[in-house]
C-alpha cells in the first residue's frame, strides 16, 4: 500500500480505506509496525545540525578581518607585541558575539519538531488506547474531542458540532466549521472542511478521523521541509560590510604598491621603503571597525529591547532601518486576533447602534445611548452563550468560542455581567449549536410562571423560526447585507415566552419566535496598528498583507488601517496568484496591497517576488504557516504573544508585546544604528586616509629622514587609542529627531555613499595641509626631528578629536546637537587626550613614541589650526543645505 493519495478530501469515506488498506475497527498491531518501519515515526523530524566549530570559524570568513590579521602579522615583525594581541582581541570579540548569535538560530528545527509533541486516542484492533502521537501511523482512527490538539492529519469519518482553529497553520481567524461531505479537487487548505491538520486544535465537538498522513508528510511537515530548504538571505549591512572591505583591501594594496615604486624611483632603499609601506598599510587599515560594528549593532539590539523588540539576530538590527516593505499577517497582527462586535441592529427600534473598544476587554461605548430593546438583547446573548472573559496578567482572554466571547464582551460594555445573569436567570436546559442546524438554543428561569427560550445563529435559520412576515424578513436581509458589506459576520438572536412548567425545549418549540436583532463582529484592527500604518506610508516604506482570510474580511480590515490606498488595485487571491505566470505575478505583486486565502507557498513567492524587485522585505507571522516567508525575509518579525515557537526561532526579530506599531521603533533604531555605523566609519577613514595623505606627500616631496611626519608607532597609536575610543563612542550615538521621517535607503546604496566620500577626501585634505604646514614650519625653524614630529603628531590628536564632533551628524550642523546628549562621547574625547597628551609630555612615553614635550604656545599654535576642521566641514554642511545638495 503505497500513501501517495493528496486529495483526500475529495474521496468516500470507503474509497479511503481501500486506499489506506484500514477499516472502522482501526489497524491490527502487527500492521502498525510494518507502517512505522514503511513511513516513519509521526515526527517531523530535524535538520543536520551544522557542527559548532563551524560555526565558529565562519565568523572569520571576511575580507575586513582579512586585513586585520595581516595588520597583527606586521605588527608581530615590528615586534609590537601589545598591538598584535589588541588587533587579535578584536578580531575575537567579534567573532564570539556573532557565533553566540548563529548558534540560537540552528535550534528552529528542533522547536518545529516538539509542535507534534503529544498523545492521542486511536483504534487498535477494535479497542480505544491512548498512545503517542509519534506511535501513529496512516490508516490508524483517531477519536477527536474538544480542547485537544490534532496529532496528524485526518479524513473525518463522523461528527459531531465539530470546529477547529486552524489560524496557526492557514492564518485565518474564524473558526472553521467541519463535515463529512465530499469536496471538488483544488479547493483550498482552509476551505477543506472535511479535513483536519496536524496541530490544530478542535474547539468544540467530536468526532472520528482516518490518518491519512504523518510527520513529514503532513501539512505541518511539508511547511517544515520548507522552512529547512529555505535558503537565508544575507543581510544588506552584510553585503555592505563586504563589498567595502574588498574595495578598501584593493585601494591598500595598490596605495602601498604605488608609493613603493615611487620611494625606489627617488633612490630610496629597499628597507626604507618597506617599512614606509608597513606604516601606510597600518594606517589605513581601520583595526577597531569590526568592534565598533559589533558594539552599534549589540547597542542597537538593547536599545530595541527596551521597546518591546527583542532581537535573535545581531546582524538584522541594521537591516531594520533599510525596510521598504512590511508584508504582514492580519490575524493576531495587524488584528487582535479576538472578535469583536462592532454594530447591533435592535428590530425593535429599527436602529442599528455602533459600539466602540476592540477585543475582551469590557471597556467602550454604546452609540446612540442604548434602549431598553437593545439592553433586552444583549441580556439573552449571555443567557444563550458558554462563553466566559477574564482579566489575567494585565490582559483580557476568553475561554470558549471567540464568536461568543465577543457576545459577553459587549455585554459588559453595557453592565451586563455574565455571571449575574446567569445566577438571576438559570439555565434549564439547552440544544448545543450544530453546523447542520445553524443555531444554539437554552430555556432559562424568567418571571414567575414563565420560563425562555432564546436562540441564536445564522439569520437565516433565527429568520426561518421567527413570528415575521415576507416584508419584515426582506428589511431584515437588506440590513444584513449592509453588514456583510463591511465584512462584518453576522449572528442573530430571537425570544419566546414558554410556560413555567417547561423544564426541556425541542424542535416543536422552535416556532413563532421573537426576532430581537442581530449583531455584527469582526476581528478589528488594532488601534496602534492603525498609527503604525500611517507612519510606514509617512516614513516611505510600503505595507501591505498577507492572510488567509478571505478577501472581503481583508478588504475591509485593510481600508480602516489604511493598507489599500490610491494607486494600488486592492485585494488579490491566491486562487488568482497561482494561475499566474512569473512575469504577470511580479506585475500583481507591485501593483496590490493586499493578499487573502494565501498558502504558505504563495507567501513565500511573494516575499521572493519582492525581494527580486530590489526591496528589502520585512514579514510579520505568528503561525507556522508563516514560517518559511519568515525565514526568506530580510527580517522576519514574530509575535511573542500566543506565537508558535516555530515562528519566533526563524525570525530575526521578536516582538514581545504583539504590536505592529513597535516595528516602527525598531526600524528608527535599525537606522539609527546604519547611521552610528557610517559616522564610525566616516570619522575613522577620514583620519586613516588623511595620514595616508601625509606620507605619500612627504615620500613624494621630502628628503630622507625628514620624509616621515608620523612614525609607525605613532600612527599604530593614533588608530587605536584615538580612533578606537572616539569610534566606539559615536557607535552609541542617541537617535537624533526627525530620523524615522526620511525614506529608507536604497538597497544599492554602500556604506560610504557619493556625500561621504567626498567629505572624507575633504577632511583628509585639511588634515593634509594643516599637519604638514605645522611640521614644515617646525624643519624650517631649526627643529629636530623628534620636536617635528612630536607637533604632527599631536596636530593629528587635536584634528581627530575636533573631527568626532563632525562626525556626530552627517547632514546637521554640529551646534544643533545638543553636547552631552552623548556622554560617553565626551568621554572618550577626554581619556583620548589625556593619553596622547601622555605620549609628548611623560619621559617614559616620550621613549617609547619618539617624541619630546611642547610648550604652551605649541599646544595654541596647533588649537588654532586644528580648528580649521570645524569650519570646513560646517560650510560644507551650510552650502549643501542652502542649494538643497541632496544627501
Known sequence: MENTQENWYTLPIEKIFKELDTSSEGLKNYEVQKRLIQYGPNELGTTKKRNIWLIFFSQFTNPLVYLLLVAALITYFLQHTLDTWVILGVVFLNAIFGFLHEVKAEKAMETLSRIMALRAKVKRDKILVDLPSAEIVPGDIVEINAGGKIPADLRIIKQDNLRADEAILTGESVLQEKNENLLPANTPLGDCSNMLFGGTIVVSGRGLGVVVATGKNSEFGRIAQEVAETVKVKTPLQYRLAKFSRTLLYLVLGAVFIIFLIGLFRGFSFAQMFMISISITISVIPEGLPAIVTITLANGAFMMAKRKAIVRKLMAVETLGSITTIASDKTGTLTHNQMTVEKIYSFLDDEIFLLSGSGYEPKGEVKPEASQNLLDLLTVGVLCNDAEIFEEDREWAATGDPTEAALVTVASKAGIFKEKI????????????????????????????????????????????????????????????????????????????????????????????????????????????????????????????????????????????????????????????????????????????????????????????????????????????????????????????????????????????????????????????????????????????????????????????????????????????????????????????????????????????????????????????????????????GADIVRARSVAFATMVVFQILNVLNSRSLKESIFKIPFFSNKYLIFSLVFSFMLSFMTIHNSFFQKLFHTTSLNIFDWLKILGVTLSIILVVELEKYLRRKTNAKY
Open 422 to 781: 446567569d445566577s438571576q436567570f438559570i439555565r434549564l436546559d439547552e440544544i448545543p449549536f450544530e453546523t447542520e442546524k445553524g443555531f444554539m438554543a437554552t430555556l432559562n428561569q424568567y418571571q414567575e410562571g414563565k420560563n425562555l427560550l432564546v436562540v441564536k445563529g445564522k439569520i437565516e435559520k433565527i429568520l426561518e423560526i421567527s413570528n415575521l412576515n415576507f416584508s419584515a424578513k426582506e428589511k431584515i436581509l437588506s440590513k444584513m447585507e449592509d453588514f456583510a458589506s463591511g465584512a462584518l459576520r453576522v449572528l442573530a438572536i430571537a425570544t419566546k415566552e414558554l410556560p413555567g412548567n417547561t423544564k426541556e425545549i425541542s424542535q416543536k418549540d422552535l416556532t413563532g419566535l421573537t426576532f430581537l436583532g442581530f449583531y455584527g463582529m469582526i476581528d478589528p484592527p488594532r488601534y496602534e496598528a492603525v498609527e503604525a500604518v500611517k507612519n510606514c506610508l509617512q516614513s516611505n516604506i510600503r505595507p501591505i498583507m498577507i492572510t488567509g482570510d478571505y478577501s472581503s474580511t481583508a478588504k475591509a480590515v485593510a481600508k480602516d488601517l489604511g493598507i489599500i490606498r490610491e494607486g494600488f488595485d486592492g485585494v488579490v487571491s491566491g486562487g488568482e496568484l497561482e494561475k499566474l505566470s512569473p512575469e504577470e505575478f511580479d506585475q500583481i505583486i507591485t501593483k496590490n496591497s493586499v493578499f487573502a486565502r494565501i498558502s504558505p507557498e504563495i507567501k513565500l513567492r511573494i516575499v521572493e517576488s519582492l525581494q527580486r524587485q530590489g526591496q528589502i522585505v520585512a514579514v510579520t507571522g505568528d503561525g507556522i504557516n508563516d514560517a518559511p516567508a519568515l525565514k526568506k525575509a530580510d527580517i522576519g518579525i514574530a509575535m511573542g504573544e500566543g506565537g508558535t515557537d516555530a515562528s519566533r526561532e526563524v525570525a530575526d526579530l521578536v516582538l514581545a508585546d504583539n504590536n505592529f506599531a513597535t516595528i516602527i521603533g525598531a526600524i528608527e533604531e535599525g537606522r539609527t544604528v546604519f547611521q552610528n555605523i557610517r559616522r564610525a566609519i566616516f570619522f575613522l577613514l577620514s583620519t586613516n586616509v588623511g595620514e595616508l595623505f601625509i606620507i605619500f606627500l612627504a615620500v613624494l616631496l621630502l628628503p630622507y629622514p625628514y620624509n616621515l611626519p608620523l612614525i609607525p608607532v605613532q600612527i599604530l597609536w593614533l588608530n587605536l587609542i584615538t580612533d578606537g575610543t572616539a569610534g566606539l563612542a559615536l557607535a552609541l550615538e542617541p537617535t537624533h529627531k526627525g530620523v524615522i521621517k526620511f525614506p529608507p535607503r536604497s538597497p544599492k546604496e554602500g556604506i560610504i555613499d557619493r556625500i561621504t566620500f567626498w567629505r572624507i577626501i575633504l577632511v583628509s585634505l585639511v588634515m593634509l595641509a594643516g599637519t604638514m604646514l605645522l611640521y614644515q614650519l617646525e624643519i624650517n625653524a
